[in-house]
């Protein structure tokens, strides 16, 4: 594995740390739910989009989906 030369600035790296004190913090998630989380899943619940109509699941809509699915 090649070194990076001491004059060339290190990449930006993700911010982990970050986001697991918010999920932990904010969300009440352990360091297992945090790491089983799919990125898609991690993005959705730390950044949930704004109410504007599209994101909002209307009250019918839950009920059908209970009735279809419940839980056992």
């Keep these: 594995m090649r070194e990076r030369p001491s004059n060339q600035p290190a ?3 993700f911010p982990w740390r970050d986001l697991f004190y918010k999920a932990s913090r904010e969300l009440g998630w352990s360091s297992r739910t945090f790491w089983q989380a799919t990125p898609t899943e991690l993005a959705m619940a730390l950044f949930p989009e704004k109410p504007n109509g599209s994101a909002v699941m209307e009250r019918e809509t ?3 989906l209970l009735t279809q699915f419940p839980d056992i």
Excluded: D, G, R
């Design 11 to 13: 990449a930006q790296s």
């Design 62 to 64: 839950l009920e059908q």
